[in-house]
Every structure is written in structure tokens, then in C-alpha cells.
């Protein structure tokens, strides 16, 4: 079956570090892109990164840009989200999710884009 697993969320101060990872089974995970997204509580799920297939290009939205980075590493089937500088208002449930196509790639950003979708896990950023 298809399966995505995040995982590494867990509490951190201010101005620290976090590396989320995103395990796939059950799909070729080379062929799809990977997204990262979160969700606050009483706020809508909010896209952050995408990381296509093929030569793996990366694209991040504003409120991430600069701090986050998505990497893949084929040979285990995960993509990890290096979470730098982090602060109060990251506090939010962090999902991954797999996409087959973006058609246009300001869609990366849009939760319809992606088929499938982990469980995600808690980041709480402490002040």
C-alpha cells in the first residue's frame, strides 16, 4: 500500500533546528514530487517547500524561505525538511505529501496538487 511517514517533530527553543524526515513505500518515490505543508491551530494547511522529481529542483514559499531546506535521498526513499532558525509561529502540525505531476509549478504550494499524504508530526518552537 501506499504509505507516507513523517517524522522527528518534537519541541525546540527559538532560534533552533529541527530535521523532519518523510519515509515513502508503496510507489515509485523517485517519480513523484515531495511536498512539506502545516497546519496551525484554527489556521489552514499552509504550503512551505516542494522538491520535484527528476534533477530534484526546490521551491519554498516566503515564510520559509531562506531558514528551511528539502532534501531527497533516493537510496532510502525520504525526503527530509532541515528546519533552521526556527521560531514561535513554525509551532505547527507538519505533513508531507506526494504529487505524480505539477502541471504549473506555482501549484506546488496547494494542498489539491498532492495525492498522497502522511500523518504528520508536531513541531513545538519554545520562546
Known amino acids: 500500500e501506499v504509505q507516507l511517514q513523517a517524522s522527528g517533530g518534537g519541541v525546540v527553543q527559538a532560534g533552533g533546528s529541527l530535521r523532519l524526515s518523510c519515509e515513502a513505500s508503496g510507489f515509485d518515490f523517485d517519480d513523484y514530487a515531495i511536498g512539506w505543508f502545516r497546519q496551525a491551530p484554527g489556521k489552514e494547511r499552509e504550503g512551505l517547500s516542494c522538491i520535484s522529481k527528476g534533477p530534484g529542483s526546490t521551491y519554498y514559499t516566503q515564510p520559509v524561505k531562506g531558514r528551511f531546506i528539502t532534501s531527497r535521498d533516493s537510496a532510502k526513499n525520504t525526503v527530509y525538511l532541515q528546519m533552521n532558525s526556527l521560531k514561535s509561529e513554525d509551532t505547527a502540525v507538519y505533513y508531507c505529501?506526494?504529487?505524480?505531476?505539477?502541471?504549473?509549478?506555482?501549484?506546488?504550494?496547494?494542498?489539491?496538487?498532492?495525492?498522497?499524504w502522511g500523518q504528520g508530526t508536531q513541531v513545538t518552537v519554545s520562546s
Open positions: 505529501a506526494a504529487a505524480a505531476a505539477v502541471n504549473y509549478m506555482s501549484n506546488y504550494r496547494y494542498t489539491e496538487t498532492y495525492a498522497y
